[in-house]
């Protein structure tokens, strides 16, 4: 009974709480036990809440039994540990915020609450979301579901993993350049990135502000819809927040795509990426293109500058942001004696490659190296931007490989910090877009590893991309496959 809870899906579950065949308390409970079970393994959790999740559950249930049907009601999801939640320790991986405790839930956490969603805890992320492995997470390195020596990917690799091994149904994450789109291939579920602007950032630590943006998990194209459509939404709190109105995407999941064009970027299509991953993104397009869809080579000609100008951009928005942790407002203070020397031992709480981008961000951002550097990436983000703009006149959809990689070791690129910079060629240039994007699993490697397909949408697309995911899932039954974790 457990393991049969744990392994719906968040529709599944939803269906089974309306009809009153199963209760939010017992599948709550369910996925509690599994995480003391398999999360001391897995180690998708910073911060787990029983006692707050049965409560949300409880009440769920009652309100269930009022016959209320809020989009979420009773159903256990998670949330990646950069999005603050009122009451419940938000550390952004960080030893800086260790022990902070927001008196204020984010937007998209207020959401989730109203939606009627259990809150079962907080999970991994590299440290202020900097990284593509969780490994720049201050308290422990995420393991990858199907593989315990590999990594989920990052930085959202806790949310990805856990809601691939069951220990959530659902998940918020965030995406500054690839942080859902990458773990959710890696880890072989659904990831979306809204555009710029579509979920509010408001409650959610600032890594670079011109680029994040919450994003979503689930385990098929249908639940990471329902946890998106309950969670997107103008928030008067956020400047940047979208006014336009959400539209019912679960209603637009018609698995129709007859006529859909779509792109295929020569430029994503790579010298030193994986043959498995080509070979099973090529037939993932082969078999949209026999669901209707009309196969189109595009150029989007910018793309080498991607990295490079996100590498600059993020780093020199993070220097600002993260200036306001010097140990007087927010986690721990160390004592030095006197202020320069306090704020200097405070900050070297920051993890490497925290210190370093910071270092580079203040670099690029200083005087005499500012249009050197930061300006000219910014006109290098209008060149990348414009190529999106004009693709998208000719076709609806880009369709390319997540990662030219699937994921990789523990260990494997921690001692290189470009190696690491290098998996996030293929993601990060939607984030300097005004796109947006999903990863939907589209196959395994040799050694069993999953591979995502990445899907691009236009400004504010994402029915367009979420029903093309679909369409693509309903043919194929890579979703279904769920990996094996054992407790050691
Ligand atoms: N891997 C990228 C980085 O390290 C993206 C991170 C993210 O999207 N939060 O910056």
Not at 32 to 48: E, P
Not at 335 to 341: A, K, M, T
Not at 451 to 469: M, V, Y
Request: with cysteine.
């Amino acid at each position: 009974m457990t393991k049969e809870l744990t392994q719906l899906s968040l529709v599944e579950l939803r269906d089974k709480l309306r009809t009153g065949e199963t209760t939010s308390v017992a599948a709550t409970q369910a996925m509690l036990a599994r995480i003391a079970t398999l999360d001391s393994t897995l180690k998708s959790y910073l911060t787990v809440t029983p006692e707050l999740a049965l409560e949300m559950a409880k009440s769920a249930d009652s309100r269930l039994q009022n016959g209320e049907s809020t989009p979420l009601l009773g159903i256990p999801v998670t949330v990646k540990d950069i999005i603050c939640t009122d009451g419940v320790q938000t550390t952004a991986g960080s030893k800086i915020l260790e022990g902070f405790v927001p008196p204020y839930d984010a937007f998209v956490v207020e959401k989730l609450k109203e939606a009627g969603a259990v809150i079962l805890g907080k999970t991994n992320t590299d440290e202020f979301a900097m990284g593509s492995s969780t490994e720049n997470s201050a308290y422990k390195t995420t393991r990858n579901p199907w593989d315990l020596e590999r990594v989920p990917g990052g930085s959202s690799g806790g949310p990805a993993a856990a809601v691939a091994a069951s220990l959530a149904y659902a998940s918020l994450g965030t995406d500054t350049g690839g942080s859902v789109r990458q773990p959710a291939s890696f880890c072989g579920i659904v990831g979306l990135r809204p555009t710029y602007g579509r979920m509010s950032r408001w409650g959610v630590i600032a890594f670079a502000s011109s680029l994040d943006q919450v994003g979503v998990f689930g385990r098929n194209v249908r639940d990471t819809t329902a946890i998106f459509q309950a969670t997107a939404g103008y928030d008067p709190h956020d400047s940047t927040s979208l006014q336009t109105p959400v539209p019912d995407y679960e209603a637009g999941l018609t698995g129709d795509i007859a006529g859909l064009r779509i792109g295929i970027p020569k430029e994503y299509f790579i010298e030193g990426m994986d043959s498995e991953v080509e070979t099973a993104v090529r037939a993932a397009i082969a078999k949209l293109e026999s669901l209707g869809a009309e196969i189109v080579e595009i150029s989007l000609p910018h793309t080498e500058y991607a990295l490079p100008v996100y590498y600059l951009i993020a780093p020199s928005e993070a220097s600002a942001n993260l200036s306001r942790y010097d140990g007087t407002r927010y986690g721990p203070r160390v004592d030095g004696g006197d202020l320069i020397n306090t704020v200097k031992k405070t900050r070297s709480l920051f993890g490497a490659e925290t210190q370093r981008r910071i270092m580079l961000g203040t670099y690029a951002l200083s005087a005499g190296y500012y249009d050197a550097y930061y300006g000219r990436a910014t006109k290098a983000r209008t060149l990348i931007k414009q190529d999106f703009k004009n693709a998208f006149e000719k076709v609806d959809v880009i369709a390319a490989p997540t990662t030219p990689t699937t994921a990789f070791k523990v260990g494997e690129k921690t001692d290189d910090p470009l190696s690491m910079y290098l998996s996030d060629v293929f993601t990060v240039s939607l984030n300097l877009s005004a796109s947006c994007g999903l990863s939907v699993p589209c196959g395994f490697d040799s050694k069993g590893l999953p591979i995502g397909l990445q899907l691009i949408g236009d400004t504010l697309q994402e029915g367009t991309i979420l029903n093309a995911a679909y369409a693509y899932e309903q043919a194929t039954n890579w979703h279904e496959k769920r990996p094996e974790v054992s407790d050691k």
